[in-house]
């Protein structure tokens, strides 16, 4: 089942993390600022920043701050963020036909099998958004979502493409086949070098978990598959790498 379902809020925690979310245009609620926090330069452009945004500035007691800190490193300072709003499957599969329809039949859309890195996520992002991929979609369970750090990762790139959460991602390929969408994983353990798929027309690309790649009930879906190939002595790139290279190569056999 679909949704528009948005993810629970996140903390920044400490000064500089604060400042730096701000920096990166995360979208933040609110900020709490514990009432004994002393006026020293660092605190002082928090509030200009704040000012600056119109984002609220609570003073809270320190003791509400530790209670809501997950790693006892807030300094004295908080920032709540908004949640993000996920797009719809559908969003995506009807945003993908009709870039396909203004561009010669060729679209990318980005399939996740449960990424759970944060930072990782947002590297993807970037890279998609670069290549003019329609939207990514991501599992709501298990995987990583949209938070502060993917922000800062994606280079601002997480506020111009489409992002979906999906129950099921066997499922959600299924669909965008029925759309006319050709499913390729991106796998090490496939026989096929990647410049040797076809990647020309409406794709969905898979990449997988940072530790086990794509999953074997996944690739059941999926229509091809491809390795990028290896010349080094390190035996694989990390999965934003990946994926980056696999993008530009359907952007390659689509120019």
Known sequence: ????????????????????AMRTDVPIKKILMADNAKREPMIEDILRKARQRSIPVI???????????????HQGVMAETKPFPYAGVGDIVDAAL???????????????????????????????????????IIPNKRSARVEASTYKSSAGAVAHLPIAQASNIASTLD?????????????EHSKNELWDVNLKGKIALVVGNEHEGVSRLV?????????????????SLNVAQAATACMYEWLRQNW
């Open 1 to 20: 089942m679909e949704g528009k379902a948005k993810s629970m809020a996140d903390y920044v925690e400490g000064k500089r993390p604060v400042i730096e």
């Open 59 to 73: 003073n809270v007691p320190r003791d509400e701050l530790d209670e809501k800190s997950a790693r006892g490193s």
């Open 98 to 136: 009709k870039y396909a329809d203004e561009h010669e039949g060729r679209a990318l859309v980005i399939v996740c099998d449960h990424i759970t890195d944060a930072g990782n996520l947002g590297a993807l992002i970037r890279s998609a958004e670069s290549v003019g991929a329609s939207g990514l």
């Open 175 to 187: 669909r965008l086949k029925k759309d006319g969408f050709w499913a390729c994983a991106a796998t």
């Open 219 to 235: 690739l059941e879906h999926c229509d091809m598959a491809g390795r990028l190939p290896m010349m080094g002595q390190v035996s």
